[in-house]
Nanobody, 120 residues
Framework: QVQLVESGGGLVQAGGSLRLSCAASGIIFRLTNMGWYRQAPGKQREVVAVITSGGSTNYADSVKGRFTISRDNAKNTVYLQMNSLKPEDAAVYYC??????????????WGQGTQVTGSL
């Protein structure tokens, strides 16, 4: 199995910045797509940003220009730099990753989430 552990969440003012980290551990052969999702109270979980093993990225329209996803393959870690935070960015942020093993279909894993809370 693969374990994904997020860190870096917390309380932040509007306009502030946070950097989230997600470290993968366990039985890892190759992690392909990795991404960040979020779920706010009363809303469905939504994709925030995705990055491929080669570094290609995609962002939700709501975070373009403010958030940056990156990864360190040597550390099996994906990051989300969040700048110019808005109240609507408050949510539980979840790390997600696809893992491949030889001869098997890819499997998808989720982290436990880290809370990003806005303050006045």
């Amino acid at each position: 199995q693969v374990q994904l552990v997020e860190s870096g969440g917390g309380l932040v003012q509007a306009g502030g910045s946070l950097r989230l980290s997600c470290a993968a551990s366990g039985i890892i052969f190759r992690l392909t797509n990795m991404g960040w999702y979020r779920q706010a109270p009363g809303k469905q979980r939504e994709v925030v940003a995705v990055i491929t093993s080669g570094g290609s990225t995609n962002y939700a329209d709501s975070v373009k220009g403010r958030f940056t996803i990156s990864r360190d393959n040597a550390k099996n870690t994906v990051y989300l730099q969040m700048n110019s935070l808005k109240p609507e960015d408050a949510a539980v942020y979840y790390c997600n990753a696809d893992r491949t093993l030889p001869g098997l279909l890819p499997r998808n894993y989720w982290g436990q989430g880290t809370q990003v809370t806005g303050s006045l």
